[in-house]
């Protein structure tokens, strides 16, 4: 477990309020921020928040955990700290799921933290008819895409002709176009989660257009964007 040392400049007392057993604040007494701190310390819990909305969502947060939650919570803030990783908590990031390199196959979920062999853990919020189940991919850092390389990404797959899966065809094709936004990992279609799902046929009307014409238009589209 990373370890950490409390520095004066974390206290309470160094510049908030004076330890009882001091006059004045530490900060006005010579001590410096970068100092370890002695056995009185007391984190500053103000530099947590800036208002009152802050404050209530800490305690409705904290007010909801275990003990063991709060401790995995604190295990993961002091794994996490210091800037040394390729992406922050609550990032969200892009990867192809199932298939080839098609526009369709791709999801996008947010960076919970980070595994001991460095693979990033990945997550989805829970949709609302799903309450409470959630969606947990844990994939090698060169496997994912920040948001301006999805960006570059989608664009060069759809110049390509390569927006649906010819082997996993959408049954609403219509809904990728150029600002076709990746699901994250839980609002993902069944059977993108079980490449083996059989799909269900519907009743009405069979959708005839043909994915090389809506390619096609969408290129059309893009160009008339860029004048």
């Given at each position: 477990?990373?370890?950490?040392?409390?520095?004066?400049?974390?206290?309470?007392?160094?510049?908030?309020?004076?330890?009882?057993?001091?006059?004045?604040?530490?900060?006005?007494?010579?001590?410096?921020?970068?100092?370890?701190?002695?056995?009185?310390?007391?984190?500053?819990?103000?530099?947590?928040?800036?208002?009152?909305?802050?404050?209530?969502?800490?305690?409705s947060l904290f007010g909801t955990?275990?003990?063991?939650?709060?401790?995995?919570?604190?295990?993961?803030?002091?794994?996490?700290?210091?800037?040394?990783?390729?992406?922050?908590?609550?990032?969200?990031?892009?990867?192809?799921?199932?298939?080839?390199?098609?526009?369709?196959?791709?999801?996008?979920?947010?960076?919970?933290?980070?595994?001991?062999?460095?693979?990033?853990?990945?997550?989805?919020?829970?949709?609302?008819?799903?309450?409470?189940?959630?969606?947990?991919?844990?994939?090698?850092?060169?496997?994912?895409?920040?948001?301006?390389?999805?960006?570059?990404?989608?664009?060069?797959?759809?110049?390509?002709?390569?927006?649906?899966?010819?082997?996993?065809?959408?049954?609403?094709?219509?809904?990728?176009?150029?600002?076709?936004?990746?699901?994250?990992?839980?609002?993902?279609?069944?059977?993108?989660?079980?490449?083996?799902?059989?799909?269900?046929?519907?009743?009405?009307?069979?959708?005839?257009d043909e994915p090389q014409d809506?390619?096609?238009?969408?290129?059309?589209?893009?160009?008339?964007?860029?004048?």
């Amino acid at each position: 477990m990373t370890k950490i040392a409390f520095r004066c400049g974390m206290c309470l007392h160094f510049n908030q309020h004076a330890h009882p057993a001091k006059e004045q604040v530490c900060s006005k007494l010579g001590i410096k921020s970068y100092n370890v701190a002695p056995r009185c310390f007391t984190p500053d819990v103000t530099k947590l928040i800036s208002g009152t909305e802050d404050l209530a969502a800490m305690a409705s947060l904290f007010g909801t955990l275990s003990p063991q939650q709060k401790t995995i919570f604190m295990a993961l803030m002091l794994t996490n700290r210091g800037g040394k990783r390729p992406f922050s908590i609550g990032q969200k990031l892009y990867f192809r799921a199932v298939g080839g390199d098609y526009v369709q196959n791709y999801m996008a979920g947010y960076v919970m933290g980070y595994t001991s062999t460095k693979e990033v853990i990945l997550s989805g919020s829970p949709e609302a008819r799903t309450r409470g189940r959630i969606y947990t991919a844990y994939l090698d850092a060169s496997s994912v895409l920040t948001a301006t390389q999805w960006q570059k990404k989608r664009l060069s797959l759809i110049k390509a002709n390569r927006l649906i899966d010819p082997s996993h065809p959408l049954r609403k094709a219509k809904k990728i176009d150029f600002d076709y936004e990746p699901p994250t990992i839980d609002q993902a279609p069944k059977a993108w989660k079980d490449e083996h799902t059989p799909r269900v046929k519907s009743r009405g009307t069979r959708n005839n257009d043909e994915p090389q014409d809506m390619v096609v238009e969408l290129y059309r589209q893009e160009e008339n964007k860029g004048r």
